[in-house]
């Protein structure tokens, strides 16, 4: 039998080769080896490296874990369910636990979004919303309704449509021939010149959902399907929504027939001190998707919530037909399901969303605190999420942000960057004390690599 054994001495006979690591710097991983970022477990707010070193968890995962890890109430859960059926077809088949899921989940969404199909990761879910935005006009007779308007710096994941209306250039420039065409952005609201230091919501840049109009004056509005957005840009480095303008889109939107899709694959199940990025936000959309702390990143699901009115012009024809030509053969598979059942118990009996409000509280404060260290030239935050800009290093962008994270690796603390910005998004299960020395050791990394 193959063993597994993660212990220093077995990692150094560790073939590094092999293993093709998704968005990584795949050179400089294997030329370094570095020991303290390979995980041997994962418990409460804390990874231990093979060596042995605790390491907080400042992403929750990849925004994914934001009960903590290994909560036993989720882990006995899955364990359970391996025990009762491993795996159950996911077409022309279900069982009870999936269709109690979708309804646990549409009782939280707002409005009248509550038929859920269930997908693999957020990326599917992305890919499946486009999809039900492009059949369900075609299905009421407007098949003309084709383009999606997706905005800059957005990410969308990682497939043929999400990186299509994503905004990330380096995850679209090298796949451009084979990207949706038709598509559009509105411009990101990122603008230091007129929102750096903002705490929460910044005051400025509402007016920029107005290039929605000018978007629909170029196209005419019967050429649009769907816009797409993050309620809070999340993987580009926490760019946090205008106030009023998410409302402004949800006005425009209606006015033109368009669908408004939320892509909260970082901001649903409780980050935002809501359910959803929708109620924080007080916007509805058409179509939500939702991944990651729907089973708190134990088993990969994602989903799209869609508005029970898209779903009923999708119901029709005879009765023996299939609707919808899409699935995965993992959709709303046993483990998923059973992690998501247990992670639902979990925000509502411990109050997960009001929870991260407070630790929101705790954050920003921390966070802006780091105002005026050296080449910190803005901090941004909103609710459970936050993000330090730092000064490029000249003529080496990025370089910075990955000497800071190797240097909070020394200190203990796990962080995410993106180009030259730090993201946060601890885990709700955080004191006031590892905010704290999260704050701090992040203070004296960015004086480290100064
Ligand atoms: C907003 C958003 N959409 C989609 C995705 C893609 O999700 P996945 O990596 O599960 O495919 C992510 C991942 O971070 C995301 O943040």
Aim: hydrophobic share 40%.
């Amino acid at each position: 039998m193959t063993q597994t054994n993660s212990s220093p001495a077995a990692v150094t006979d560790l073939d590094f080769d092999p293993y093709w690591m998704p968005f990584t710097h795949n050179r400089y991983f294997k030329q370094h080896r570095p020991l303290d970022r390979l995980m041997a477990s994962a418990k409460g707010a804390y990874y231990t490296t093979v060596e042995g070193q605790q390491l907080f968890d400042g992403l929750s995962g990849l925004w994914c874990c934001g009960l903590g890890h290994g909560d036993p109430r989720i882990t006995e859960a899955v364990k359970r369910q391996l025990d009762v059926a491993d795996y159950v077809p996911a077409f022309q088949i279900s069982s009870p636990a999936t269709f109690k899921l979708a309804q646990r989940i549409a009782e939280q969404a707002p409005g009248q979004l509550n038929r859920v199909f269930f997908t693999n990761s957020g990326s599917e879910g992305v890919d499946t919303a486009l999809k039900i935005a492009l059949a369900y006009h075609r299905l009421r007779g407007e098949a003309s309704r084709t383009r999606f308007i997706g905005r800059e710096k957005a990410y969308h994941g990682v497939g043929f449509g999400g990186i299509s209306v994503g905004g990330m250039v380096a995850n679209r420039k090298m796949f451009a021939p084979a990207m949706l065409s038709g598509v559009d952005h509105l411009p990101h609201t990122h603008n230091p010149a007129e929102t750096a230091f903002s705490r929460g919501l910044p005051s400025w840049g509402a007016h920029l959902a107005d290039e929605l109009e000018r978007i629909v004056a170029l196209h005419d509005a019967s050429t649009i399907a769907a816009v797409i957005v993050e309620p809070m840009q999340g993987s580009v480095g926490v760019i946090p929504p205008p106030q009023g303008y998410l409302k402004r889109l949800r006005e425009i939107c209606s006015k033109h027939g368009i669908l408004l899709i939320f892509d909260e694959v970082i901001t649903g199940f409780g980050r935002m001190g809501s359910w959803f990025g929708a109620q924080a936000f007080d916007v509805t959309p058409d179509l939500l998707v939702f991944a990651k702390g729907v089973n708190n990143g134990t088993v990969p699901m994602g989903g799209v919530i869609a508005d029970q009115s898209i779903y009923d012009t999708f119901m029709q024809g005879p009765a023996h037909a299939v609707e919808l030509f899409h699935g995965y053969t993992y959709s709303g598979h046993p483990l998923a399901v059973a992690a998501a059942h247990a992670t639902l118990d979990i925000l509502a009996q411990d109050e997960v969303p009001q929870r991260f409000a407070e630790l929101g509280k705790l954050l920003e404060d921390g966070v802006h605190s780091l105002r005026g260290e050296p080449n910190v030239i803005d901090i941004r935050n909103c609710v459970g999420a936050a993000a330090i800009d730092l000064t490029p290093l000249p003529g080496q962008p990025g370089l910075r942000a990955v000497r800071l994270f190797e240097d909070a690796l020394k200190r203990g603390f796990l962080v995410r960057f993106t180009a030259d910005t730090i993201a946060l998004g601890p885990p709700v299960i955080s004191t006031p004390t590892e905010i704290h020395a999260l704050i701090e050791a992040l203070r004296a990394s960015i004086r480290a690599v100064a």
